[in-house]
């Protein structure tokens, strides 16, 4: 059986936990290797994406600022503000987005702005691929439950 990590903030003490998901009479639970079960508010559940920036692991509803590089070529972001779920933070390309899970991946998702994200297509690109690319830098900025102030 494989298994899937997540991670989740408690309802008591507002910690954060990480473990197995366990959904119990109408109740969300992590459970860690302590084997102690521990009530998280659902709304903080997110899976582990199986990718790391540095010695961080990356979860759903992560956010990451991204410097694509060859983005640059034709993309002038001194004409752009923002777009949906993706923002301009300054005039040498970084981006800021959050990483979902759509269409069996995890994401960061372009929602067709112009940023051409390779020379083919115009498409989300799943985390792994912006993270382990040598002409990406990406950095972990938090969460979504966390940082409400780069929303």
């Known amino acids: 059986m494989k298994y899937r990590k997540y991670r989740g903030k408690t309802i008591v003490g507002k910690k954060w936990v990480y473990g197995c998901y366990v959904y119990l009479n109408k109740k969300s639970y992590i459970v860690t290797e302590d084997d102690k079960y521990h009530e998280i508010n659902s709304i903080t559940l997110g899976q582990y994406t199986g990718e790391d920036i540095g010695d961080i692991e990356v ?7 991204i410097f694509y590089k060859k983005a640059l070529g034709g993309f002038d972001s001194g004409n752009v503000e923002s777009y949906k779920d993706v923002k301009v933070i300054n005039k040498n390309g970084y981006m800021l987005g959050q990483i979902v899970f759509e269409h069996g991946a995890f994401l960061v998702p372009l929602n067709g702005n112009p940023l051409m994200v390779n020379e083919w297509y115009r498409e989300d690109l799943p985390v792994g691929m912006w993270i382990n690319e040598e002409e990406n830098m990406v950095e972990l900025l938090g969460n979504i439950h966390d940082n409400d102030e780069y929303l």
Do not use: F, H, P, R
């Open 59 to 65: 979860y759903e509803d992560d956010l990451v600022a």
